[in-house]
């Protein structure tokens, strides 16, 4: 099927009607989209002003940059700034702000930062430069199986001049946090299709044992309306399941290469998240094996702290207890040209989203 079939006006105007009809059958609910690329696409889209009264679209903590830690940023912008080091990090965490600066500000201080676009890149800048290379490896599932496989490629090669600053993170431990909050209250999930696309369909089984269904869902128009309409159906039915809607990207026990890769690169540690605080087994670690690239091992970097910068809601607004436009900063102090906040400076953070497309009517 071409894309255009994924964006058929009269398919969608008939699942809009379906949600309309199913929705009179429950009362308000919640349901949240995990993942900013679904952020940008419902905001992008106006999926948002398409639904009923009663179903409320709540965007979670699914940007990876907007969840890497203040503190992570501090040292690694400190360690850029020694001049010891090449920082390579990946463009969309160039301007989120840490307590003291950004790499962007370090950069303008005269710090070695290169905006590369995968970790291959920073191993092949390694290769032709005698300078250390740190890599900031952040990310969900969906990246990581990239960084580990340069991790193995620079180990087998004995490269000694790259490193890695590991803040990766993992999407399930974090969905189960949301849920074990009482303050926080989601009917259901929109799961996300690339993060699944590794980890498969099966990986959310503590959302059905906590009574909350999920659907699986991709990033066309009428993937995302098809993914509300299965939840609803789901409530509507009071049946907990985990659907999987992408199926043509996503399996039931996802992709078995990238998962060896990763088992064989990291082991599971507690993690803090930005703005929401420590989440057990969330984050990843290199194994003792790979400790000669842990770059946290290398320059003994401890980076630890929860904050975030005065007057910023991300967290409640990454937990979905608030929409962006309730952020006292939102929008005056605070827009993607001068972000306070992690969640406006990313491409895909919920309040760059609502800023650049506007939240419910
Ligand atoms: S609008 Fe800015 S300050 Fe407010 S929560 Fe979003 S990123 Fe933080």
């Not at 349901?31 to 679209?57: A, D, K, S, W, Y």
């Not at 078995?256 to 989440?279: K, T």
């Not at 984050?283 to 000669?292: I, S």
Request: some cysteine.
């Amino acid at each position: 099927m071409d894309s255009a079939a994924f964006n058929d006006p009269s398919a969608a105007r008939a699942l809009i009607d379906k949600i309309a009809g199913l929705a009179a059958r429950l009362p308000e609910v919640r349901l949240m989209e995990v993942c900013g690329t679904h952020t940008m696409e419902i905001g992008r889209l106006g999926i948002r002003q398409l639904l009923p009264g009663n179903v409320r679209l709540i965007s979670g903590p699914g940007c990876p940059v907007c969840v890497t830690p203040a503190a992570y940023i501090d040292a690694a912008v400190e360690l850029a700034l020694s001049r010891e080091v090449r920082m390579a990090t990946f463009g969309d965490l160039f301007r989120v702000p840490g307590n003291r600066r950004s790499f962007a500000q370090a950069k303008a201080a005269g710090a070695d930062i290169e905006v590369v676009t995968s970790p291959r890149a920073a191993l092949d800048g390694a290769r032709k430069s005698p300078r250390q290379v740190v890599f900031t490896a952040v990310g969900f599932e969906t990246t990581t199986p990239a960084t580990a496989a340069v991790v193995k490629a620079a180990a087998k090669e004995g490269l000694r001049n790259l490193s890695f600053f590991v803040a990766h993170r993992l999407v399930p431990p974090a969905i189960d946090a949301l849920m074990a909050d009482p303050s926080i209250r989601i009917g259901g999930f929109l799961l996300p299709g690339h993060v699944s696309a590794i980890i498969g369909a099966d990986a959310y089984g503590t959302l059905v044992g906590r009574g909350v269904p999920g659907v699986v869902t991709g990033f066309e128009a009428l993937d995302i309306l098809a993914g509300i309409c299965s939840l609803l159906d789901l409530l509507v039915a009071k049946e907990v399941a985990v659907k999987n809607n992408y199926p043509r990207v996503v399996s039931a026990r996802g992709n078995p290469a990238a998962l060896r890769l990763m088992e064989e690169v990291y082991e599971p540690e507690d993690a803090v998240w930005r703005g929401i605080g420590m989440i057990p087994r969330s984050g990843l670690r290199l194994r003792k094996e790979f400790a000669a690239y842990d770059a946290s091992v290398r320059f003994g970097l401890k980076p630890d702290g929860v904050e975030v910068p005065r007057g910023c809601s991300c967290g409640s607004v990454l937990k979905g207890v608030i929409p962006p436009e309730e952020c006292l900063l939102f929008g005056e102090a605070c827009t993607p040209e001068n972000p306070v906040g992690p969640c406006m400076v990313s491409s895909e953070g919920s309040c760059a989203a609502a800023f650049r497309y506007g939240g419910r009517p």
